[in-house]
């Protein structure tokens, strides 16, 4: 395991840039830790969380962050199951995110509360449209290793020009993971 560094004088602290590292498999093994205090702690609220992102994909160079989506039931009570389930996912060392990444009806949690992110988790219903695509796009990325190449390489590459800036780091990968669902039909 190792960590990819880029040094730029533009200006960024070390502590702001986004790092990547070589694929780690104890990351699944976090995943599955983390998943199951999710679960207990939840109540019965979140009744399914997958592994998301490039730690869930073998071999792929990552920002050393373990994501995940958990899902609610789609019901008459989903509004009050994420808004229980988040409070109580916050007693797992979780902050609320209040920046809305890329959809309304997902509500982001990162952990630690006041540090680097190490996990984040997407809370949103089972088979919401982020749900969907947060998986279809890592079952492609999964079965499709050529995909998955091309994915990392871009992402690395993109990373070198921004010099690991957050913002630009995230506006990339957005605009591939945009042509990506385009492909799979979203």
């Known amino acids: 395991m190792g ?3 880029h040094n730029s004088e533009s200006g960024y602290r070390m502590s702001d840039r986004i790092r990547l590292m070589h694929y780690d498999p ?3 093994q976090e995943f599955q830790q983390t998943r199951s205090g999710i679960l207990h702690s939840c109540l019965g609220w ?3 969380v997958q592994h998301i992102g490039s730690t869930a994909i073998e071999g792929l160079v990552s920002r050393p962050v373990i994501d995940m989506i958990a899902g609610v039931s789609d019901d008459e009570n989903a509004e009050r199951a994420i808004a229980e389930s988040s409070d109580l ?12 990444l890329w959809s309304s009806s997902v509500t982001v949690l990162t952990k630690p509360r006041h540090a680097e992110p190490t996990h984040r988790v997407w809370l949103t219903t089972i088979n919401s449209l982020p749900w969907r695509q947060c998986l279809a796009i890592r079952d492609h990325l999964r079965s499709d ?7 990392e390489e871009t992402k690395v590459d993109r990373w070198r020009q921004g010099a690991g800036d957050p913002d630009q780091y995230e506006s990339d990968k957005s605009m591939f993971f945009t042509h990506l669902l385009d492909q799979l039909g979203f």
């Not at 290793?145 to 994915?151: E, I, S, V, Y």
């Open 26 to 28: 104890r990351w699944r």
């Open 46 to 48: 979140v009744t399914d």
């Open 89 to 100: 996912i916050e007693g797992l060392n979780f902050q609320r995110s209040q920046r809305v």
């Open 3 to 5: 960590i990819l560094n």
């Open 145 to 151: 290793r050529d995909a998955a190449l091309r994915f």
